[in-house]
């Protein structure tokens, strides 16, 4: 068990790292690096939810790996953490994504395609049509990771119980690289992108629509 689990997380790394944080593999196309205190208030704002979302993260991949560990047990912190993880993806990551959509998003595509940066095999697909997508595919990942959860503590059958639990645990595991990944993006490519581009006051006036 220990040699299946070392592949994602050295016990003695806890508080230094986590596996799955974004490495040099996902670069960011030499986008100049904008400072925290440079962006749009619109922008720290979702930086700041950036912040929060990372820390429900990080519990929720330490719980899921303990979890694994201890054979399934089903402690008090893993419970809370797995609470929280689920609250996050139900009710603040829809908010913030919306934010993002609504505002961010379309303002940037347009000047995209404006300056000719799109889809050659349709010119109304931008790079931002990724991040929208992975907003989708992230909702559409946890219900999967909810729903098996769910079928795991319905089950008698000890076998089956832990077959159900290794999938939610890989998946689990997933869908926290993933988050972070498009978490990386979005400040290390979007957000900078959306400063260079975009007029501030373009910002102030659709975030206050």
């Known amino acids: 068990m220990e040699e299946t689990i ?11 790292s986590f596996p799955f944080e974004p490495t040099n593999a996902y670069d960011h196309q030499n986008i100049a690096r904008v400072e925290y205190e440079n962006y749009h208030p ?11 979302m990372t820390l429900v993260l990080n519990n929720f991949e330490m719980s899921l790996i303990d979890w694994r560990i201890n054979d399934w ?3 008090e912190t893993i419970n809370e953490n797995f609470k929280s993880f689920f609250t996050l993806i139900k009710e603040k990551v829809p908010i913030h994504n919306k934010k993002e ?13 404006e300056l000719g940066d799109q ?19 992230i909702e559409q990942a946890a219900s999967i ?15 089956s119980k832990e077959i159900t639990y290794a999938a939610v645990f890989e998946q689990g595991l997933a869908i926290v690289e993933t988050i972070k990944l498009h978490i ?17 006051n373009e910002i102030t006036f659709q975030s206050s629509d």
């Open 42 to 52: 619109f922008i720290k704002e979702l930086i700041d939810e950036h912040k929060k």
């Open 119 to 137: 889809n050659f095999l349709n010119c109304e697909l931008t790079g931002n049509d990724l991040i929208v997508d992975e907003h989708l595919k």
């Open 145 to 159: 990771v909810f729903n098996l959860l769910d079928i795991g503590l319905s089950l008698f059958d000890k076998q």
């Open 73 to 75: 047990e089903f402690k």
């Open 101 to 113: 959509d609504k505002v961010l998003l379309p303002l940037l595509n347009k000047k995209l395609i």
């Open 6 to 16: 070392k592949r994602f997380y050295d016990k003695n790394s806890i508080g230094k």
């Open 184 to 200: 990386y993006r979005e400040e290390n490519i979007l957000f900078p992108q959306s400063m260079k581009l975009l007029n501030l």
